[in-house]
């Protein structure tokens, strides 16, 4: 039996983001502005680290979009910020100043979204076993 995949274009991401629910899209825009403002500490190479891990995770979501299209699989892109949030409250006490107001909100940040994560992941996975 053969398998067809339609793959969907990544650019239509965005377009799909703004018919979500208006706190759906305010939440992604919010985390995407939260992660590039590591672009005003560019200096401090914690902040190459949560751009370059950001870029990485979008990257990730645009191939899972274009894949599955926007389902709650796409939480898995920010996989790789589970053990990226234990490098930055590590490097918390570290911090100093405006940089270290950063990264506090940044660690809150990626902890909330890791839980709508961790959920919506858990809920597409149960519904496609269920079908199953």
């Known amino acids: 039996m053969e398998t067809r995949y339609h793959l969907r274009n990544p650019l239509m991401f965005f377009s799909d983001l703004l018919r979500q629910p ?3 899209a305010l939440w992604v825009f919010a985390l995407m502005v939260v992660n590039l403002a590591g672009m005003v500490f560019w200096s401090e190479p914690l902040a190459r680290a949560i751009v370059a891990v950001f870029l990485l995770s979008a990257m ?3 191939g899972l979009y274009a894949a ?3 389902e709650r699989i796409l939480g898995l892109c920010h996989v790789l ?3 990226f949030l234990v490098v930055l409250v590590m490097h918390l ?3 100093a100043g405006a940089f270290a107001g950063y990264l506090i909100v940044l660690v809150v940040c ?3 979204s890791l839980l709508f994560d961790v959920r919506d992941v858990w809920i597409y996975v149960s519904n496609k076993r269920a079908r199953q």
């Open 22 to 24: 208006k706190g759906v």
């Open 68 to 70: 599955y299209g926007f």
């Open 93 to 95: 006490p570290q911090a």
């Open 110 to 112: 990626i902890g909330i």
């Open 81 to 83: 910020w589970i053990p």
């Open 60 to 62: 990730l979501m645009m």
